[in-house]
């Protein structure tokens, strides 16, 4: 099976869409407005399919008012009730979840078993956020007047914003929206302008959803655009949160902004993994969780395992061992048998990789394999590139930025502390692992990382819902996902409540 052409691809993207209840026929029959278009295209073979009409900045000032009127209908439906419109929405992502994943597979580039996987989580963090609605507990406290009820309740903020990024096109939106919607929001969604058809479809189905659960109408809505789309939901007051996921660089511009108004905001920006290999590892799981963090969606997950800290007693055994099996794996077309890793998003990340690579050789640094763009003949206009593992005399400067691509840099280490220090030692802090058969190397690992994920014998990616998911430093220190990062989606208010008949002040202050 070849490279599918852009006229067969576009067709398996009206079908996957019409399933899901859009027309793109009619979407793409549309006469652009003010905003002009935005190209819909498939990193597999490069090519673009259709022209979607952008919405301009009146579209998104309607759009937003429309989620304003829905809030204050929304916020008064009991939180059991709001439940059950996710839990519709999750049966209906359940019953298109191979639409939904044809999608991601067409606009992102993932392998189908990848792409399900990403559906798979807007399933499971829907059956979450039904049982979170059960659950947004407040605490009562002991008041220190006679009489007197201290305790908090949580309420509803308002409009959420989402913005997401083309890598998880549908899985983190949802996290956020499944949260949102259960804590008595509206979602207004700007997904990145690269992955539109499969953030429609999610959107037409929640859509559907919320019609069969008789949800107000501008509960959920999304907003084709670029970036300047994206900057009117950062500053616009009627965005009581808004929720970014992306680059240092976006997060840096988006968190003044919004702070600047008082607005809250949940950053999940880049991450620059490591695992540390320790002398006691099983080396066989070891080898395969490495292989899939690293070269697993080209790369291009923000938990993506960039940087290798392996003892220097294990560490010749290991990369041999790496490298075999990074010449096993399949490139290409992502739904050809026995393929592994698809596409680069675009040339500009193919040319971030190459720059990166340069830069790494000449900072001292051996390309111990890949690195080269493959299938360059059959898909002229898309960007499919052979993993890489680069060997690198310490953590040089480039070692420390994250590259969306598939670079694995190895460095080595001597003593724990050591390799602590170095997992700790660039400026982002998402996700980290060691691998080791020593408990109490394990805990000092756990310990000692700065990372919001510190994983034991598993990979730096692949994170479950259940757990909070976001990390510190440069990456942002937002939560999503599981575990209470439900709070970030509510406002907490303290309540005293006097039944005593008397005013008591605290503190025992006298007054009148
Ligand atoms: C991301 O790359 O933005 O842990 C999210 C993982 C996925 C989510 C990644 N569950 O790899």
Known sequence: MAIPTTDEIRSRAAAALAACGADLDALTAR???????????SPIDGGTFGQLPADSPDDIDATLDAAQQAFL???????????????????????????????????????????AGEVQEMIDICEFALGQSRQLYGRTM??????????????????????????????????????????????????????LLSSLAADALLARAAREVGAPEGLNSVIAAGADGGRLLVDDPRVALLSATGSVRMGRAVGPRVAERFGKVLLELGGNNAAVVAPSADLELALRGVVFAAAGTAGQRCTTLRRLIVHKDISAELTDRIVAAYGTLGIGAPEQKGVLVGPLIDENSHQAMQNALKAAVEQGGEVLCGGSRVLADEAPDAWYVEPAVVRMPGQTEIVREETFAPILY????????????LN???????????????????????????????NVNIGTSGAEIGGAFGGEKETGGGRESGSDA?????????????????????QGVEFL
């Open 31 to 41: 006469q652009p407005g003010p905003a002009g278009s935005l190209p819909l295209r």
């Open 73 to 115: 209908a929304w916020r008064r439906v009991p939180a059991p009730e709001r439940g059950q419109l996710v839990a519709r929405w999750g049966r209906l992502l359940a019953e298109h979840k191979a639409d939904l994943a044809t999608l991601v597979t067409i606009e992102a580039g993932k392998t189908p078993s990848e792409a």
């Open 142 to 195: 002991p008041s220190e007047r006679p009489g007197h009820r201290l305790m908090e309740t949580w309420h509803p903020l308002g409009v959420v914003g989402v913005i997401s990024a083309f890598n998880f096109p549908v899985a983190v939106y949802s996290w956020n929206t499944a949260l949102a919607l259960v804590c008595g929001n509206a979602v207004v969604w700007k997904p990145s302008e690269k992955t």
């Open 410 to 421: 190895v460095v080595e280490y001597e003593d724990l502390d050591e390799a602590i220090a």
């Open 424 to 454: 700790n030692e660039v400026p982002q802090g998402l996700s980290s692992a060691i691998f080791t058969s020593d408990l109490a190397e394990a805990e000092r690992f756990i310990e000692g990382s700065d990372c919001g994920i510190t």
């Open 486 to 506: 439900w709070r970030a989606y509510m406002r907490r208010a303290t309540n005293t409540v006097n039944y005593s008949g008397e005013l008591p002040l605290a």
